[in-house]
Every structure is written in C-alpha cells, then in structure tokens.
C-alpha cells in the first residue's frame, strides 16, 4: 500500500469519526438543551397562564421592521389556554420590546414593555400601550398613535398592527360555545326572544333545562364632561332560581373606553356573580371620582336593573 493510500485511508478514518463523534454528541445534548429551554419558557408562562403544562411554537418572522420574538400556543395539557408574544421595533432612538398574553378568544390579558429605549415620550407611549388591553388582536387593531406626532408612539402602533397580522395567520384554537363555562357543553337554546326595554335591547335565550341568558345592550355617557354616548353589551346568565352565575362583556361590542377603565368596568360586572338578579338594588356603582370606570359603572348598573325588570315581568 502506497504512503499517499495510507495518508487518504487515515484522513477519512479521521473525518468519520469526527463525524459521528458530533451526530453523538448532538443526539445525546441537544434534547437536554431543549428540554432546560422548555422549562424555561414554561417558568415565564405560568406567570401568565398559571395552569400553563405545555406550548406549542409558531413560525417567527421580521416584517416591516418588526421582530416576532416569541410566537406560542398555550396549553393546560390539552386544554388550549391562549396564545403568548414578544415583539421588537428599532429606531434612531432605540428599540421597543414588548410582550402580550392572550385568552382563546383573541383578546389582550396581558400587555408590557420589556424594553423601552426611546429618549421622549415614554410616559405617554406606557399610557398608550395600556390602551391596547382588553382589545382584540388583529390587524385592524385600532390606532392608538392616531393624530400623534412621537415616533415612539407610531412605530409602537406599527408594532401592535403587525403583531396582529401575525396572529392572524397563527393556527387559531377552536372557540367553545360561549355558555359552556356556566351550562356545559351540553347546553340547548330552547328559545330565543328579543325585546327593548328602558332604551335598551335585549336578547332572551331560555337554556334548556338550566335557566337563562340575557344580552343586553344599552348607551350610556361614558367620558364626564361630555354628553356623548357609546354603548356596551352585557351578557348576564343565570340559573333556574335567578341567580347570577355567569358574565360576558365581549370586548368587540364594548365601546366605552377600554384599558384599565374597562377592567374595571368589568371587575365591578364580575362582582354581581353569586346574586339573585331579584336582590340587585341601585347605588353599587360609585360616586364620580371615588371609582376609575364610573360611567361604565353606572351603565352597567342601570343594565342589570333593566334585567331584573324584565325577568320579574
């Protein structure tokens, strides 16, 4: 055998099992880095979604300037729990990293800056991105830059309105019939009747054999110092014996003001929950100034007096 043979049998002895000694080495620590990476993001998660057990990725891509970061589908098992995002924008001050998590029905739970590099304007653009929860995310999401003249606060509406045509074209969870919380998934509309009462409209469906849900929608003052109504939709179920055990305030027919003024307005909803609709009585919504969402309150008051009518009736 030739020294050259030797030299080329000894060279690709050499690269096979430098070959396998990385295929090796790959198989045996990349599901370990993997596996700590999942407990990682899962530890972030629960922070978010408490019953949070696993997630699934989405693809990531950078449009128009914007970073999807983190694109994930949340689970409790099997159970789809809501969808989970981090974005970045730069500009010639900085960067803007944010972060949302969702609820299955596509609406903001949760909305934070993880970073905001921006020399102007970063008490107004945190106001402004507060503005955005409880919203739905797509990519008609409203403007919330509208008539501004910060950068920061445009290209953070640019960042939300691309979020949202990302989340568009994400894999969607199946949305539940909307009574299942409160009548299971089993539940039968027996009938459905609709009727206006006190300036308001209102849908009644009989649920079969459980008791009944109203869909109330109303206009009210929403801002103090204007005249100017816009009204809200409230979804009140109860069962055979008048109590309340259910609400819905959808957000994509709630027209007041929204952020934290619709938490609240939705909290103060939410505390109604455990009361017979016959023992609701005026005067729970506040005074002017002693509560964030008084207007919204008030209205949402006034609805569930307008419930109590009709269901005595």
Excluded: C, W
Excluded at 35 to 54: C, P
Excluded at 66 to 86: A, M, N, Q, W
Excluded at 266 to 286: K, P, R, T, Y
């Amino acid at each position: 055998m030739s020294k050259t043979m030797k030299s080329l049998i000894v060279f690709l002895s050499v690269l096979v099992v430098g070959i396998l000694l990385s295929v090796g080495t790959y198989m045996i620590f990349n599901p370990i880095k993997e596996e700590r990476a999942k407990i990682e993001t899962l530890s972030v998660l629960k922070g978010y979604f408490k019953s949070a057990t696993d997630f699934e990725n989405n693809a990531l891509e950078t449009t128009d300037g914007v970073e999807i970061l983190k694109s994930l589908r949340v689970y409790e098992d099997e159970k789809p729990l809501g969808y989970f995002y981090e974005a970045n924008i730069n500009n010639d001050f900085g960067n803007m990293k944010i972060r949302l998590s969702l609820d299955t029905k596509d609406v903001i739970q949760t909305i934070e800056f993880l970073e905001m590099n921006q020399t102007m304007y970063q008490a107004q653009t945190e106001a402004m991105l507060e503005t955005y929860k409880l919203s739905k995310l797509s990519g008609d999401i409203f403007d919330g830059a509208a008539g501004a003249t910060s950068i920061s606060k445009k290209d953070l509406s640019h960042l939300i309105r691309i979020l949202g045509h990302h989340h568009d074209q994400t894999d969607k969870f199946e949305i539940s019939l909307p009574y299942q919380p409160f009548y299971g998934d089993d539940y039968v509309i027996e009938t459905t009747e609709n009727t206006t009462a006190e300036g308001a409209t209102i849908v009644i469906e009989t649920i079969e054999g459980q008791g009944v849900v109203y869909t109330i929608t109303k206009a009210g003052i929403y801002q103090t110092g204007s005249i100017e109504e816009k009204s809200i939709t409230l979804v009140v179920a109860l069962d055979n014996d008048g109590e309340i055990i259910g609400i819905l305030l959808p957000v994509e027919l709630y027209n007041h003001t929204k952020g934290n003024f619709m938490t609240n307005a939705l909290e103060f909803a939410e505390s109604f929950v455990g009361m017979n609709i016959a023992d609701v009585v005026d005067g729970q919504a506040g005074a002017t100034g002693e509560v964030v969402a008084h207007n919204s309150r008030t209205l949402l008051e006034d609805m569930f007096l307008i419930i109590q009518g009709v269901h005595g009736a």
